[in-house]
């Protein structure tokens, strides 16, 4: 999903989370600095976070991007700040 312009759905699948981003394998490309609204499914907790972010770098040939987790009015920023920090 980007601001001002089209919205779309990525499905990817994280390779690392911390507060501050993620690190997600994804088949298709992204370009650096889309916003994104994330929905963040961690199975061991058995809830999701509703979280906004932007791409911070995208490696084609990894399929990988990493993603910096923005705090944003109606998001799980702050839930998400406490369980990624555990």
């Known amino acids: 999903a980007t601001h001002g312009g089209a919205r779309r759905t990525v499905r ?3 390779a690392d989370l911390s507060g501050s ?3 997600v394998r994804m088949d298709d490309g992204i370009s ?4 994104l ?3 963040v499914r961690i ?4 809830r999701n976070f509703l979280l906004c972010g932007r791409v911070r770098w995208f490696d084609a040939a990894r399929g990988e991007a990493g993603i910096a987790v923005e705090w944003a009015e109606g998001s799980d920023y702050w839930a998400w700040q406490a369980t990624a920090l555990d």
Request: proline content about 0%; aromatic content about 6%; charged content about 20%.
């Open 43 to 46: 199975e061991s907790l058995g």
């Open 21 to 23: 981003g993620l690190r």
């Open 32 to 35: 650096v600095g889309t916003a």
């Open 37 to 39: 609204d994330l929905w």
């Open 12 to 14: 990817c699948h994280s």
